[in-house]
């Protein structure tokens, strides 16, 4: 039985069988591996890493439902902000990114990379937009958002991300399109105050 005192042992256990389990039982294994984590986690940290574990072994076997529900839990525990930031931004730095991890990366560091005091904004800008032509347009549109987030704060790169914005105002995605058209409106806009009320900026 699973519980906090042998949870490690037994998540990292299941981490190694799935490297090699039957493709037909991946995404089975891979919520029951999250639930397992999160249900009885010794320490918020670690749920983190072994989300980020997954994504890396069986990314395409990570839904939407369990990416959102490590989003959540990082937004609602303040501690583990900072943790979350630098590790996503750490992973941004792999030699194979997969998007689930892009869209990760891309909400937290959106909502959490100002607490990066030694990471600059263009540092996590540059890490971002090295994976955003990889990815596809529904994940493009979240880093829209997120880049927009950055510019929000780091105002040393606002001149390349209104650059992107102006570039997908004739995206073929009507998605893209519109966010794009938004944005650019918003990162041009006289008033800074105003901008800063919508996006919630967290100084």
Known sequence: MCDKTNSK?????????????????????????????????????????????????????????????????????????LYAASTMYEALGNTHVHETCVKVAGYILGEFGHLLE????????????????TVKPPTQALLLSTFMKLANVHEEITDEVNEIFEKHQISGNTGMQQRAVEYTEMINHDNSELINTIWETRA
């Open 118 to 133: 030694d990471i600059s904004g263009q540092e996590q800008y540059d890490a971002l937009y090295a994976q955003f032509l």
């Open 9 to 81: 042992e037994i998540v990292t256990d299941l981490l190694t069988y799935l490297t090699t389990a039957e493709f037909s039982i991946r995404e089975e294994m891979v919520l029951k591996i999250a639930i397992l984590a999160e249900k009885h986690s010794p320490e918020p940290k670690w749920y983190v890493d072994v989300i980020l574990k997954l994504i890396t072994i069986a990314g395409d076997f990570v839904t939407d439902d369990i990416w959102y529900r490590v989003v959540q839990i990082v937004t609602n525990e303040e501690e583990l902000q």
